[in-house]
């Protein structure tokens, strides 16, 4: 990313920090509203360091959705906990910036924090069951948003609950309010979650998979109720996910992950159509299309690293088929770790040899 | 590797004798159906319903054939998996194996069976004993069918079957915590190869794995069915998936078989409302189709199976239904869409954009 503005204070006015990918892809162009900057996450416990997370800058606009696209152990669900503060630190060790509205979030006290989590920004996980309280009804979960964070009465909480509930679709909410949450289907429970999230009017809400334990049809209804409570409320998504499909159909842009990095941003067509970096472009040869029989699968080699023993160089090179080109391969790809530079107007992506993927 | 394929042929019945000349499929399944009883009570269990799993599902399965069965969770995919290797008894239909009836056999005869017909499971976590090396694992079922390996070159067999499945073949002795989950999906399948089997049943076999891995494991189980004739029985819930890697696709809802067809005719001429609702809601990968499919979106929940509806199990949720939907169940049978389907009103209609469609 460019130099980061340090101490600009609440005015955050758009310009003072270029974002060509964003300022090109997307047309609800603004200041950023949460901007993440070389985002450092290790885990320090018994047995070697763990980086999940290396380096990750990315921002976010004002209606605008960014999927943050990567496999598992890839840091992308870290990041996230980061941004919400939801990560036990230690073992976590968290350094970088996290700037709401341009304040950031890591120098702040813990109560200045948790004002922000809920009216700023907010986060759905992809296992509902898990995330929600198995001894609570469903209407007193959601009506401790306004509770914890406005002081309403239990009558009026209650009330609001309803309302949200009637907001994400849950068919006959006045009735449902009161029940638990083994009483929900698995889609019917990802609205609680939503609801729970929505309360308080997020500028922000983090969708961690949201839809990845749940059912084909029962994805594309949760993707539509997301996408128009994002169009009602103006609010940012950054969606992480691994499902390309689900990027390809929602997103605006995209940031690909590898081994706690990001290795390639742009506009979702960009990105899908000309990759930039070998690994998108590994992906994509990897899934099967529905629209016809395809030919024989090319999916990378080998398997993605283990946190704790990132490659050194490029961290992608042992799979890559560009750093074996050449005779007996290429040393910078082992030897230099490639910076996230600007690639073509709007694209950035980590790799010495982009340029030959683009137009060699 | 024409070792792996020696397929010991004790027992010749007179019913497997009539089935080698007659040109029937290798496996056939009629009315088949699994019920289980809802009990109430702690001393006196009282049944007070039953659970339809699986309720009349007819399949066939050919040599060197991949038959695809597509479902969302809870329509009995699975279950049709557990009948099929003999680990539930159906209460209903039969299951024709060479000839000869599952239900009937005894004795040698559901052992060999057992050996023809082997199963990859869908977690390569919890279907590998974690006390028990690599090697151990591959060659466990020679316990139960010594006759399939020579207790002589046995060590070499192991050696072969993890060559065979793209393994280090040194890796026999390491425990199945120090293998990815890739590498464990193909200790599983090495597992199957073991017994030379003719029929492997794969239930969701890539579900757990990450996209890149995920193609690894489908190559190998291509090349493998290439190389060895095997027939897969493919159960999965991702709809790109089976049309990859099937001939035929079997789709089901709610214990039944809906629509069966070639991967063409399902995919690009679905008839049946449920399989266009389900097709259509499956995210495109490329940002050039992106909406330009007929999006289908259903409403509410799949119904219990406990208690289905009347006549057309679909009928609650289509948007084609009529009267005689609840009065009469349609039968799965061609109405002139040219595969069959068990719909009142079955009728082609294409909802999988194709690059075939769009302009230039």
Redesign the interface.
């Known amino acids: 990313m460019t130099s980061p503005v340090h101490g600009s204070g609440g005015s955050h006015a758009a310009g003072t920090r270029i974002d060509d990918a964003q300022a090109t892809a997307s047309p609800r162009t603004g200041a950023p509203v949460l901007e993440v900057d070389d985002l450092h996450v290790e885990f320090r416990s018994r047995g070697p360091v763990v980086n999940a997370v290396n380096g990750v800058s990315y921002s976010i606009a004002p209606g605008e959705t960014m999927a943050i696209l990567g496999?598992?152990g890839c840091g992308k669900s870290v990041s996230a906990q980061a941004i919400m503060g939801i990560l036990d630190v230690p073992p976590a060790h968290i350094t970088g910036a996290i700037r709401f509205e341009g304040r950031d979030m890591l120098q702040m006290g813990a109560e200045e924090q948790r004002k922000i989590r809920g009216p700023g920004v907010s986060m759905i996980f992809q296992d509902a069951l898990s995330a929600l309280n198995p001894v609570y009804s469903v209407g007193d979960q959601i009506g401790e948003m306004f509770r914890a964070h406005q002081g309403a009465s239990k009558k009026e909480a209650r009330d609001r609950a309803v309302e949200l509930m009637d907001r994400v679709r849950i068919?006959a909410a006045r009735q449902r309010v009161d029940d638990y949450p083994h009483q929900f289907?698995?889609?019917?429970r990802q609205r609680v979650m939503i609801a729970m999230a929505l309360a308080l009017d997020p500028k922000v809400l983090i969708a961690d998979e949201p839809t990845t334990a749940l059912?084909?049809?029962?994805?594309?209804?949760v993707?539509?109720l997301l996408k128009d409570l994002q169009r009602d409320t103006g609010m940012g998504l950054i969606l992480i996910t691994?499902?390309?499909?689900?990027v390809?159909?929602v997103a605006d842009r995209v940031a690909v992950m590898y081994a706690g990095k990001v290795v390639e941003t742009g506009s979702?067509?960009d990105v899908?159509?000309r990759p930039a970096h070998p690994y998108t472009r590994?992906?994509?040869?990897?899934?099967?299309?529905?629209?016809?029989?395809?030919q024989?699968?090319?999916?990378?080699?080998g398997?993605?690293p283990s946190l704790a023993r990132i490659p050194a160089g490029c961290s992608f090179h042992p799979r890559c088929p560009m750093a074996r080109r050449g005779d007996g391969g290429r040393p910078d790809c082992a030897g230099d770790v490639p910076p996230l530079r600007e690639v073509a107007a709007g694209r950035r992506a980590a790799c010495h040899y982009s340029e030959e993927l683009l137009h060699g | 590797m024409a070792d792996t394929q020696t397929r010991p042929e004790r027992r010749t019945s007179e019913a497997r004798r009539r089935w080698e000349g007659s040109g029937e499929p290798l496996l056939q399944i009629r009315g088949l159906a699994k019920h289980f009883p809802l009990q109430q009570g702690i001393v006196f269990k009282k049944t007070v319903g039953h659970v339809r799993a699986v309720d009349g599902v007819d399949l066939t399965v050919d040599r060197a054939e991949t038959v695809g069965l597509v479902g969302?969770?809870g329509c009995g995919k699975s279950t049709v998996s557990k009948l099929l290797v003999a680990l539930e008894r159906p209460t209903a239909g039969e299951i024709v194996y060479k000839g000869e009836d599952v239900s009937q056999m005894r004795g040698s005869a559901l052992k060999d069976y057992r050996r023809e017909v082997q199963m990859i499971f869908q977690d390569p976590y919890s279907s590998l004993n974690p006390r028990m090396t690599a090697g151990d694992i591959v060659a466990e079922g020679w316990a139960v069918h010594p006759d399939v390996a020579p207790r002589k070159g046995r060590d070499k067999r192991i050696r072969d079957l993890l060559d065979r499945v793209g393994l280090n073949a040194d890796y026999a002795n390491r425990y199945p915590h120090q293998f990815?989950?890739?590498?464990r999906q193909r200790i599983g399948i090495a597992r199957a190869l073991a017994m030379s089997p003719e029929l492997i049943v794969c239930d969701e076999p890539v579900s757990a794995l990450?996209?890149?891995?995920?193609?690894?494991v489908?190559?190998l189980l291509?090349d493998l069915q290439k190389d060895l004739g095997l027939s897969y029985l493919f159960i999965a819930?991702d709809?790109?998936?089976v049309?990859?890697?099937s001939h035929r696709v079997s789709v089901m809802y709610l214990g039944r078989i809906v629509e069966t067809g070639t991967?063409?005719d399902v995919?690009g001429h679905p008839s049946h409302p449920y399989t266009q609702?389900?097709?259509?809601?499956?995210?495109?990968?490329?940002?050039?189709?992106?909406g330009k499919g007929d999006?289908i979106?259903?409403s509410?929940?799949v119904p219990s199976p406990a208690n289905p509806p009347s006549g057309c199990r679909f009928r609650t949720r289509c948007w084609k239904a009529q009267d005689v939907c609840a009065e009469e169940d349609p039968q799965l049978r061609d109405r002139g869409q040219g595969h069959p389907s068990a719909c009142h009103f079955a009728e082609d209609h294409q909802v999988?954009?194709?690059?075939d469609d769009l302009p230039g």
């Open positions: 496999e598992s068919p289907s698995g889609g019917m059912d084909v049809t029962v994805q594309a209804q993707m539509d691994h499902d390309l499909g689900v390809n159909e979702i067509d899908f159509t590994g992906l994509m040869s990897s899934i099967p299309v529905l629209d016809g029989k395809g024989r699968l090319n999916p990378i080699v398997a993605p | 969302e969770s990815s989950g890739g590498q990450d996209v890149s891995v995920q193609a690894q489908m190559n291509e819930h709809l790109s998936v049309r990859h890697i991967d063409a995919y609702a389900l097709l259509s809601s499956v995210p495109v990968h490329e940002p050039a189709l992106r999006r979106l259903l509410g929940d999988v954009p194709t690059t």
